[in-house]
């Protein structure tokens, strides 16, 4: 089974600053990627996916994740955070040869400071 | 859009009663999952169905049990609740075969078994 490391579990930040939240997934094997956010009660919502292709993933919201398969990561990134981004972020992975089971981290609370 | 809908948003239930959790999806997905979701453990998968009468054990089956009658509804029943049931139970669809197909939530609902 797969293994998704959220390396920061709470991450505050000034309004327009830049922010990085970080994934690590344990799998050598091809995977899918995924980044989602859950703003306070509600479901989760996805923010963007890696399939193939471009390294560099574009997203909803001016969010952005890189892949790096030498690094298994999946960073997300956004250059100017606002005050509508404080969410919870999950980061989830799913394996190209098992089928549909999705692996998710345990997820990183983002907080922006006015 | 897809939308998945669940029976309810807040539900209080006595220790030792049984609980009928209801997901519905309106956008033919033949993958449906049941996760919880705990503060510092992110999303768990309870149980998941591909097909009709078709379920499959996630990570965290005991104490409770699913069914599929049709395509469109999967239901979690906890057969007698535990406080240590207490969570936020979240419902999610995808299409078949394809584990690339983002997986679509429904807003969750927050069990309390007092």
């Known amino acids: 089974a797969q293994s998704v490391t959220q390396l920061d579990s709470q991450v505050p930040v000034f309004e327009e600053a830049p922010v990085e939240l970080r994934c690590n997934y344990s799998?050598?094997?091809?995977?899918?990627l995924f980044w989602y956010v859950q703003y306070p009660n509600q479901g989760l919502q996805l923010l963007l996916k890696?399939?193939?292709?471009?390294?560099l993933v574009k997203g909803i919201n001016g969010f952005e994740a890189e892949f790096n398969k030498s690094q298994t990561s999946f960073h997300l990134r956004k250059p100017s955070v606002h005050i509508s981004d404080t969410a919870e972020y999950f980061c989830?992975?799913?394996?190209?040869?098992?089928?549909?089971?999705?692996?998710f981290g345990t997820g990183t609370s983002l907080t922006v400071i006015p | 859009d897809v939308k998945v809908t669940q029976s309810s948003r807040y539900l209080v239930k006595r220790t030792g009663e049984k609980v009928f959790l209801e997901c519905v999806q309106d956008?033919?997905?033949?993958?449906m999952f049941w996760y919880r979701q705990d503060p510092g453990l992110g999303l768990r998968l309870i149980y998941f169905?591909?097909?009709?009468?078709?379920?499959e054990k996630g990570d965290i089956p005991e104490g409770y049990s699913v069914s599929r009658e049709k395509k469109e509804r999967f239901s979690l029943i906890l057969e007698s609740a535990s406080t240590n049931q207490t969570s936020m139970y979240l419902c999610?669809?995808?299409?078949?075969?394809?584990?690339?197909?983002?997986?679509?939530f429904g807003p969750g609902t927050r069990l309390t078994v007092t």
């Open positions: 169905s591909y097909d009709v009468k078709m379920k």
């Open positions: 890696y399939l193939s292709g471009s390294t």
């Open positions: 999610a669809s995808s299409l078949q075969g394809a584990p690339s197909y983002e997986q679509y």
């Open positions: 799998s050598s094997v091809s995977v899918y």
């Open positions: 956008m033919d997905h033949e993958n």
């Open positions: 989830a992975v799913s394996e190209i040869s098992t089928g549909n089971q999705f692996y």
